[in-house]
C-alpha cells in the first residue's frame, strides 16, 4: 500500500537534476517493482516500467510519461573556496539568494547561495536582481577543503525539505515534477487490482527541464499506440495572473492545444465527467511546457494528450502542491486505461464528432 | 606555562553543551518586540548562577552577579549586553484564509525574501515566501527586483486559527553544523546571547558582572537603553555578531581590485570595534581588549570603522555617560535566512571576553581617555 506522502516526501528529497537523474529513479524502480511486469532504464536514462494488459498478445500499448528531473545548478569555478554557478533548468536569478543547497561533491556538502554586496560587483549589477553568473554558493568549508572535495560542473540541488502546510498540501522543492512521479505511482497501484486490456508503460522520463530527450527517445523506443504526459501546471497564487492559474485542491487540468490529440482528450475528459472528477480545461495554445510536445512526433507520431497537477510557486524551492489533486490525476488515470477497450484506436478520431 | 596561559585555561569552554544550547536559541523564534521565546531560554540557563535575575518593563533579561572583593570600589561593573532579538516579519493583513501580508522587522534585504520557507509564530506554523513562476514573467519583469508589495506568506489551502494578524515570522531554517562552520538564521545575536549565558555562569571575581540580555536591538537599541539606565555600570560592552564580508571582488578575478571592504574576516577572530554609526568605542577598551588578546595569544581582528551599530550606541550615552566598547563574533550573510560563522571565532570570542574581564579593574577607567 502506497503512502502519498511520505512517498511524495521521499521523492522530493531525493536529487536528480537533469541529465543525473539516477538516484530518484532508483526510488521509483522500487516504488515501481512490485506492481508492474519488467523494468529496464533507457539508454538516456528513463526508467520503463510494463505492466501486462489482459487482452491476448499483441496488445496496444499506453505510455505515461512523467518526468523525474529536477531543476538546480552546476559549479562552473571556484574562487576563495566560494563556487561560481550556472543554472540547470528554468531558473530565475531572483529566487536564488539565501537559499539552502547540497553539494554533490566527492560527498554531499550544504551550502548556500551568496548574494554578494554591491561594492564587489561590476557597476551594472550593483543595483536590482544580481544576476546567477556573480552569485556564488558558500559550502562553510575553507578554501583547501573545497578544493579537493569539489570540482566545475558538480551539481548543486537545492534543499528545503519538504514541510506539510495547512489544508493537505506540501511544500517544497522538486515537485515539479515529483508530484506527477506519485500520481503515476497511485495509479499503478490501483490498476494491479483492477482489470486492463491494454498494457502500460509507466515512464520517469529525463532531461525534461534542458531537451525533453528523456520522452523523445523512450516514445520512440517503446512505440505505444497513445501517450499521456502527466506534469505541473501554474497554481493560482499571489501575483500570478488568474487567467494562466489554476486553483490548488479543485482537480487536474486536461491539456487542449497542439500538442494534444482532441480526439484522446475528449475520451479523458467523458472519463472525468462520468466519474464526477473537477477538473479544469487548460488552454495550451502552442508548446505545452511538457514531455506531450516531444512525445507527440515521435517516430511517425503518437496521439497524446497532457495532464497537470496545479502547483504554486513552480520552479522555486517552496513548490505548493495539494495531495488531493495528486489523488484525482491518479484516479483519472487509473479510470481512463481500465477501460480502454481493445478496439479504441480504430474508434478514436482527429476531428471532434459532434 | 605563563600566568597568562593558567588564565586561559580557566576561561569557560565552547563544547557538544554550549553548541546544543546556540542551536536551541537559533531555532527560536524572537522577532524584535516578541523575544519570549528566547527570554525563557535564557532564564533557564542563568538563574541559578546569578545573585539577582528580573524581567524588566520592556521585556530585558538583567542579571546581576556580583564579584567577591569585599570592597565595593575595587569592583568594577561591568554591563554586558547580547541582543535576544532578530530581524523578521510580522503579518499586516489576513488577504484570504491562508494568504498574508506582511512587513519586515529589522534591516532585511527585500531580496532575500523570495522563495523562503518561514515560521509564523510562537507555535512555528510553517509557511512559505513564493513569487509569480518564472514561466510567467517577462524577462524585463526579471530585471527588477520583487518588492515586498509583490509578496505574500502562504499558509496553504486552509486558514489556521494559530496564525493571525500581528503575529511574527523568522526564517524557518535550522542550525547546522558544516566542518568548522555553524549555519543558522539569527546568529545575529544569538551568538552573543550564547556566550553572555557562559559568561554569567563562569563570571570573573574581580567585577560585579551586570548581564543584559535586550530587547528591540534591531528596531533602534531600545533594550539596551533602558537596561543601561538601570544597571548604572561603570563600563558597557555589547556582544553582537558583526558581518563578515570577506568574499572575491568580482574585478578581482581579473586582477583588477581587491575587497578592502570587508569589515571583518572569518577565522580573524573576535572583532575589536573602533567606530561604527552609532559608537566611537573607548580607547581605553581598546587597548585594554587589544592587548589582553596579544599578551593571551588570542587572534582578533579590528573591526573595519564604518557604518553598522550595536546595543553599545544606547549604553555609551546613557545617564552621564559609560565607557563602551563592542565586541562581536565575525559571520557571513547576516540578516538574511542563513549566516555562517566558524565555530574557532565564538570560542576565541569568548575567551577574549571572560580574558579581558578578568584583568578588569577601576584603574581601567582611571587612565586617560
Known amino acids: 500500500m502506497i503512502e502519498l506522502l511520505p512517498l511524495l516526501e521521499t521523492l522530493c528529497a531525493a536529487p536528480g537534476l537533469s541529465g543525473n537523474e539516477s538516484p530518484v529513479r532508483e526510488i521509483i524502480e522500487q516504488t515501481w517493482r512490485p506492481y508492474t511486469d519488467e523494468l529496464s532504464v533507457s539508454r538516456l536514462g528513463s526508467l520503463h516500467a510494463l505492466k501486462h494488459g489482459s487482452a491476448p498478445e499483441p496488445r496496444p500499448s499506453i505510455l505515461i510519461a512523467t518526468h523525474m528531473d529536477a531543476i538546480g545548478l552546476m559549479v562552473t569555478g571556484i574562487v576563495n573556496g566560494l563556487l561560481r554557478?550556472?543554472?540547470?533548468?528554468?531558473?530565475?536569478?531572483?529566487?536564488?539568494?539565501?537559499?539552502?543547497?547540497?553539494?554533490?561533491?566527492?560527498?554531499?556538502?550544504?551550502?548556500i547561495i551568496v548574494q554578494p554586496p554591491a561594492h564587489l560587483l561590476p557597476a551594472h549589477a550593483q543595483s536590482g536582481p544580481v544576476p546567477i553568473k556573480y552569485l556564488l554558493v558558500d559550502t562553510g568549508l575553507r578554501a583547501r577543503q573545497v578544493n579537493q572535495q569539489v570540482r566545475t560542473g558538480d551539481l548543486i540541488s537545492f534543499a528545503q525539505e519538504p514541510t506539510q502546510l495547512q489544508g493537505d498540501t506540501l511544500a517544497g522543492r522538486s515537485l515539479d515534477n515529483r508530484a506527477s512521479v506519485a500520481a503515476l505511482s497511485l495509479c499503478l497501484e490501483q490498476?494491479?487490482?483492477?482489470?486492463?486490456?491494454?498494457?502500460?508503460?509507466?515512464?520517469?522520463?529525463?532531461?525534461?527541464?534542458?531537451?525533453?530527450?528523456?520522452?523523445?527517445?523512450s516514445a520512440f523506443?517503446?512505440?505505444?499506440?497513445?501517450?499521456?504526459?502527466?506534469?505541473?501546471?501554474?497554481?493560482?497564487?499571489?501575483?500570478?495572473?488568474?487567467?494562466?492559474?489554476?486553483?490548488?485542491?479543485?482537480?487536474?487540468?486536461?491539456?487542449?492545444?497542439?500538442?494534444?490529440?482532441?480526439?484522446?482528450?475528449?475520451?479523458?475528459?467523458?472519463?472525468?465527467?462520468?466519474?464526477?472528477m473537477p477538473f479544469a480545461l487548460e488552454a495550451m495554445p502552442r508548446h505545452s511546457g511538457t514531455d506531450a510536445f516531444a512525445i507527440q512526433v515521435a517516430a511517425q507520431g503518437i496521439p497524446t494528450m497532457v495532464i497537470t497537477i496545479p502547483l504554486r510557486y513552480m520552479h522555486t524551492p517552496v513548490e505548493v502542491v495539494a495531495l488531493k489533486d495528486i489523488q484525482r490525476t491518479a484516479r483519472l488515470l487509473t479510470e481512463f486505461i481500465s477501460q480502454l477497450e481493445i478496439d479504441y484506436m480504430e474508434k478514436l478520431l482527429l476531428e471532434e464528432s459532434s | 606555562m605563563s600566568a597568562d596561559t593558567v588564565k586561559r585555561d580557566n576561561a569557560p569552554k565552547i563544547r557538544a553543551a554550549q553548541i546544543r544550547l546556540l542551536e536551541r536559541l537559533c531555532n527560536a523564534s524572537a522577532v524584535s518586540g516578541d523575544e519570549g521565546e528566547v527570554r525563557s531560554i535564557v532564564l533557564d540557563e542563568i538563574r541559578s548562577h546569578a545573585d539577582q535575575v528580573e524581567?524588566?518593563?520592556i521585556g530585558n533579561v538583567l542579571a546581576t552577579k556580583l564579584g567577591k572583593s569585599r570592597h565595593r570600589k575595587k569592583r568594577l561593573r561591568v554591563m554586558l549586553a547580547a541582543h535576544m532579538d532578530e530581524i523578521g516579519?510580522?503579518?499586516?493583513?489576513?488577504?484570504?484564509?491562508?494568504?498574508?501580508?506582511?512587513?519586515?522587522?529589522?534591516?532585511?534585504d527585500v531580496r532575500q525574501l523570495v522563495g523562503k520557507p518561514v515560521l509564523v509564530g510562537q507555535d512555528h506554523i510553517p509557511g512559505v515566501i513564493g513569487t509569480k513562476p518564472i514561466h510567467l514573467t517577462t524577462s524585463n519583469e526579471r530585471k527588477n527586483t520583487i518588492s515586498l508589495d509583490a509578496l505574500r506568506i502562504d499558509i496553504g489551502l486552509d486558514?489556521?486559527?494559530?496564525?493571525?494578524?500581528?503575529?511574527?515570522a523568522t526564517f524557518a531554517t535550522r542550525f547546522t553544523r558544516i566542518g568548522p562552520s555553524l549555519r543558522a538564521k539569527a546568529l545575529d545575536d544569538?551568538?552573543?546571547?550564547?556566550?553572555?549565558?557562559?559568561?554569567?555562569?563562569?563570571?570573573?571575581?574581580?567585577?560585579?558582572?551586570?548581564?543584559?540580555?535586550?530587547?528591540?536591538?534591531?528596531?533602534?537599541?531600545?533594550?539596551?537603553?533602558?537596561?543601561?539606565?538601570?544597571?548604572?555600570?561603570?563600563?558597557?560592552?555589547?556582544?553582537?555578531?558583526?558581518?563578515?564580508?570577506?568574499?572575491?571582488?568580482?574585478?578581482q578575478e581579473a586582477g583588477q581590485e581587491e575587497n578592502s571592504f570587508y569589515n571583518t574576516k572569518l577565522d580573524g577572530g573576535p572583532a575589536i570595534y573602533l567606530a561604527d554609526s552609532a559608537t566611537l568605542a573607548d580607547p581605553r577598551l581598546i587597548r585594554h581588549f587589544a592587548d589582553t588578546a596579544e599578551a593571551a595569544g588570542i587572534p582578533f581582528q579590528f573591526r573595519q570603522p564604518g557604518g553598522g551599530g550595536t546595543d553599545a550606541g544606547a549604553i555609551h550615552r546613557s545617564r552621564a555617560g559609560i565607557p563602551s566598547i563592542s565586541v562581536s563574533v565575525p559571520a557571513r550573510y547576516l540578516h538574511t535566512a542563513a549566516g555562517i560563522a566558524r565555530l574557532s571565532d565564538w570560542r576565541h570570542t569568548l575567551t577574549l571576553l571572560h580574558t579581558a574581564l578578568t584583568k578588569m579593574t577601576p584603574s581601567l577607567l582611571s587612565e586617560p581617555r
Open chain 2, 190 to 251: 544569538r551568538l552573543g546571547v550564547a556566550t553572555l549565558i557562559q559568561l554569567v555562569k563562569h563570571a570573573p571575581e574581580n567585577i560585579d558582572l551586570l548581564a543584559a540580555f535586550t530587547v528591540q536591538e534591531e528596531v533602534g537599541l531600545r533594550g539596551a537603553q533602558v537596561a543601561a539606565y538601570t544597571f548604572d555600570p561603570d563600563v558597557g560592552i555589547a556582544l553582537d555578531s558583526t558581518p563578515a564580508i570577506d568574499l572575491p571582488d568580482w574585478e
Open chain 2, 159 to 168: 486558514s489556521n486559527p494559530k496564525v493571525k494578524v500581528g503575529d511574527r
Open chain 1, 221 to 276: 523506443e517503446l512505440r505505444p499506440k497513445l501517450a499521456v504526459a502527466v506534469d505541473v501546471t501554474w497554481g493560482k497564487s499571489p501575483g500570478s495572473p488568474d487567467h494562466l492559474t489554476f486553483a490548488l485542491g479543485k482537480g487536474p487540468t486536461l491539456g487542449w492545444g497542439p500538442n494534444v490529440h482532441p480526439g484522446l482528450h475528449q475520451s479523458i475528459r467523458k472519463i472525468a465527467e462520468q466519474i464526477e
Open chain 2, 89 to 108: 516579519f510580522m503579518l499586516i493583513h489576513r488577504e484570504d484564509s491562508s494568504i498574508f501580508r506582511f512587513d519586515t522587522v529589522g534591516g532585511i
Open chain 1, 85 to 111: 554557478v550556472t543554472e540547470i533548468g528554468g531558473l530565475d536569478a531572483r529566487v536564488l539568494p539565501g537559499q539552502l543547497v547540497t553539494v554533490h561533491g566527492r560527498q554531499e556538502i550544504p551550502g
Open chain 2, 55 to 57: 524581567v524588566d518593563s
Open chain 1, 191 to 217: 490498476l494491479h487490482t483492477r482489470n486492463h486490456a491494454w498494457d502500460v508503460w509507466a515512464v520517469a522520463t529525463t532531461q525534461e527541464e534542458e531537451t525533453m530527450g528523456g520522452a523523445r527517445t
